[in-house]
T-cell receptor, first 111, second 114 residues
Framework: KQEVTQIPAALSVPEGENLVLNCSFT??????LQWFRQDPGKGLTSLLL?????REQTSGRLNASLDKSSGRSTLYIAASQPGDSATYLC??????????FGKGTHLIIQP | GAGVSQSPSNKVTEKGKDVELRCDPI?????LYWYRQSLGQGLEFLIY????????KSGLPSDRFSAERTGGSVSTLTIQRTQQEDSAVYLC????????????FGPGTRLLVL
């Protein structure tokens, strides 16, 4: 059974810093890896999707990487802003088994 | 077009009552998912529909849970004889064709069983 771990569980940094969120998984037989953000009381917003055959994806200030051999993904956020404060979730798989989620990293960007 | 919508947004019910949660996916999306998010468990996958068919219902927590999808569009998740441990946020997601594509989530239904 796929297990997904996100480190750290919580992170607080000053505005403007670059930061990295980590995600590790146990089963490399995945369809894809997806990063989401969740704001309090809201649903999930998809940030980036990396297909199994890809190594990274970029969108604006966000860059996500995937290394299946080591079972790791990172989400890099450049020049962080207070609006980036949210919980970031890593999710693996897809297919008929749905997504397997980590427990998330709660990020606070201090103005 | 419009995103995934869910109703009701909040539901408070008494233990033992039945509840029905509704999901309206993005128009044209053939794949639909239900997930549950609870404080202690994080986000867990419940069931997947491709069109009107759900190939595997083993992710549903108990036989009190059922789901259906008609016309390849709207889906309902029904919980019979609700228990306090059913309290959670129920999230629906859809993707265009295949399950490997980006999933787009609705805002969720927050269920509280008293």
């Amino acid at each position: 059974k796929q297990e997904v771990t996100q480190i750290p569980a919580a992170l607080s940094v000053p505005e403007g810093e670059n930061l990295v969120l980590n995600c590790s998984f146990t089963d490399s037989a995945i369809y894809n890896l997806q990063w989401f953000r969740q704001d309090p009381g809201k649903g999930l917003t998809s940030l980036l999707l990396i297909q199994s055959s890809q190594r990274e994806q970029t969108s604006g200030r966000l860059n996500a990487s995937l290394d299946k051999s080591s079972g790791r993904s990172t989400l890099y956020i450049a020049a962080s802003q207070p609006g980036d404060s949210a919980t970031y979730l890593c999710a693996l798989g897809g297919g008929a088994d749905g997504l397997t989620f980590g427990k998330g990293t709660h990020l606070i960007i201090q103005p | 077009g419009a995103g995934v919508s869910q109703s009701p947004s909040n539901k408070v019910t008494e233990k033992g009552k039945d509840v029905e949660l509704r999901c309206d996916p993005i128009s044209g999306h053939t794949a639909l998912y239900w997930y549950r998010q609870s404080l202690g468990q994080g986000l867990e996958f419940l069931i997947y529909f491709q069109g009107n068919s759900a190939p595997d219902k083993s992710g549903l927590p108990s036989d009190r849970f059922s789901a259906e999808r008609t016309g390849g569009s709207v889906s309902t998740l029904t919980i019979q004889r609700t228990q306090q441990e059913d309290s959670a946020v129920y999230l629906c997601a859809s993707s265009l064709v295949r399950a490997e594509e980006t999933q787009y989530f609705g805002p969720g239904t927050r269920l509280l069983v008293l």
